[in-house]
């Protein structure tokens, strides 16, 4: 992989696409250019409404439903350059952006995007104020009107980049993304296609797009206000999330995604043959491996059911399983960290009490243990306890899990109270933790409820 | 090997310097000796040190022809704390001295019958009966690091301690001072034997002071990261944090006593030379009590041990001043030292401010992530400190530390020729440190009342 000299960040505003090089950045060996940051731009009026206010949402699903096409055609091969500058510094492969990319048209399908609708907010309220009834009290009418938002998203995956934007396109408010260091490029490559399609489309002029550092106090107490924006979205890691939450106002209401664990739940069942074993290791494996591990539905700890033998028997399957490429992981992926790869030479030479499968080279590490280990695992580490009972491993989830993967999926139904009152968010079949519906619930919330302002007009 | 444990000539060289000439020597006189040690250390650790012998095979280094090479060779500091937690939780003795073996030069800690121990202060116990003289580290997390240490390692560090100590402040091992450490025994720990080293040498009999009468155990320090534990497993609830909070308090109170307690039994003694030992944390805290109690001066030719850092206490920019007038003792001559906990040896302070370096420890500046030399400007170096410690005997002598420091190569203002280091700050304090790990504070946590239970 060859590093890329200068990688130039282009922002967005009122529905063009701003360069420059007025600023400089590095991070994690790469230079970043970007354009000046003219924050009077970025931040919106209260005096001007939102463009797509009076849009409806028929019209909304249109553009957005060409917008789908043209991403698939990437005419003006927007997505393809930025897939090539992304793949010099990105951790993960080109193979797997290419996967990525090949599918941000799909958070564009109609749909889809009726689904979203369906499962989240009234289209009527979208579109204007809807009659409600209140018993023995005049006729009021409410609407979810378009809210002000700036959204800090992370660069993890290049999918969240089309959720975002197509959630903001949705819900008609003012948005201002916060380009993430780790994919500064995605958002706008996403931006410019729509823009092609009708520069000034009132969904293009509804999104703007910026890039400064995470975190950065100087920028970010200037404009994370409630007199220029309702709501803050916060994706990313702890520290992410801690910096956003500091600016929590009256007025300005912070919401976060925040930094998660996912498990697995593995039944007796799948040791009923050799060919089960290594079906169910391979599900093991593509849950585990989402994005090489830098993703939260990605699974580190696996519970299984049976004795250390048969937990070992799993091991050994899952880590030639962890030796594949996936759509969305390398079988050689970077090389473990350093103090990763101290605790786990720790742990080698504790058998029978651990366990270890695989290398430091990126092709993956399994460790037995009786219990979830002190040190976090990530860059294709899985940590494998064997358990009596599934519910054993009740224990074990917490507010910070996310995804629960179950083998076999009948078993779900069991243990998704139990894994729900823990903390869990998401239970789902082994296997499918990578594939997640737009529409279903978003870390414990619907995300379109939380993006607009819901208005009364009592009777 | 049949010198195991003993030094090779080519080290006792290094190390017959030991005292007053230790510090005189220029960096350049050292460079050709230094390498053959270390090649000699190398060949007789590789059979022995099985994780030394997994770098040496990976890195494909068998030879070190520079210091570069040296580099692949070198433990991280948090080497020492990379086994499970849950060994200690668990109560896993056997699995815990099969982890330390794969460090240790002796590695058959795990045929020690470790039966019947029920807490980490046992087990260390326990290993030192059988020629394991086990020494803990204690991070904030309530994990620690566990070193193993022979028999002489421990000689070692005895002589040196009272040589250096007697060079640095003339104090003479004659068993004739009050002696002073504004904290509690720490049986288990590196610095609570040193401590203990100095009481025998320069103490005298029944005039030895300790902050508590009971001493304070890993024991405690894990009990403490076990609320913080259950609280982040969601199994903690709010009586249980409000007990410790309360713990704390009372602690607290214990220690404000204590520190008074001293402060007077130090008064008592103002007409005769005594020795205090502490980190700098526990110095400023225990002059604040010797000043609001209108305490006179110690005696001119009292010893002020000191080291450490301080371990995020807020104190006033003038500190040391401060400490140094209400002891009445001039600091340059005060006991200075700079080391890590993971080597036996230490460098000594000078009237300069500085610390130098010994000929039998090879100082390394390594680039931030410790992964190249750093380049000479000059005469100075600036970077990763990391150490080769010929002293140390138990382990591989060779570690990589969390520390920011600038060393000279050119004679010290204090007129010695060794190599000196002038400034020392923590990767994981600056703003371009990228550590996720928390030093250990314990001591300075415990004097805040930081931990309890």
Known sequence: MTKSPVVSIAHFQSGQPVF?????FSASGVSLVAPELDLDKLVP??????????????EILDFLEATCGALRVDKAGYLSEALDALSHFSPLSRRILVGCYSRLADSFERTSLEFQLSQQLPRGALDGWVSVSPPDMPVSQVRAFPARIAHVLAGNSPNGAAVSIARCALTKGINLLKLPTNDPLTVTAILRTMADIEPDHPVVRSISAAYWKGGDQEIEDLIFRAQFFDVLIAWGGESAIRSALAYAAPGFHVVTYDPKVSVSLIGREAFATPITLKEVASLGASDATVLNQDACSASVYQFIEGSEEEADAYCEALASELLEDRPLADGLASATLPELREAIEGLRNLAPLFRV?????????????????DFKPTGKVVIVVPVASLSEAFRWVTVATQTVGVYPAERKAVLRNDLAARGAQRIVPLGVAAINPQGLPHDGSLPLQQMVRWITDQG | VDNYGGFSLVEGALLDDLGEDAFRLPPDSLQESRLVALNERLNVDRPRIAALDRLALESGVTQIANLADVIPLLFSHTTYKSYPESLVRNRSWDALAGWMDLFSSRPDAKKVDFTGVETIDEWIARAGHNGHFVYASSGTTGKCSLMNQSREDLDFIRKLRIQNMTWATGAVPTQSRPMFFPTPPQPSHQVGRVFEMYATAFGRPNDIHWLTETPLLVDDINRAGAVRRSLSEGTAVPSQLADQQSAKRANKEQVDNAFRKMAQLIQERSDEPVMICGTWGQHWRLSQELVESGASRLHRDSVISTGGGLKGLVVPEDYMERIERQYGV????????YGCTEINSHMVGCTAGRFHVPPWVVPIILDKNGER????????????????????????????????????LDPCPCGLASASISTVERYANLAEGEEKLSCAGTMEAYVRGEFGV
């Open chain 1, 357 to 373: 499968w695989g290398d430091y080279a990126g092709h993956g590490l399994v460790v037995r243990a009786s219990e979830p280990v």
């Open chain 2, 373 to 408: 030399l750093a380049p000479l400007s000059g005469s100075t170096l600036e970077g990763r400190m990391a150490f080769f410690d010929f002293g140390v005997r138990g382990r591989w002598g060779g570690v990589i530390t969390g520390d920011k420091v600038r060393m000279h």
């Open chain 2, 330 to 337: 001039d600091r340059r001559h005060w006991y200075r030292q």
């Open chain 1, 20 to 24: 420059g090089d007025a600023r400089r």
């Open chain 1, 45 to 58: 009026r209260r005096d001007a409404p939102a463009p797509a206010q009076d849009l409806k949402m028929d």
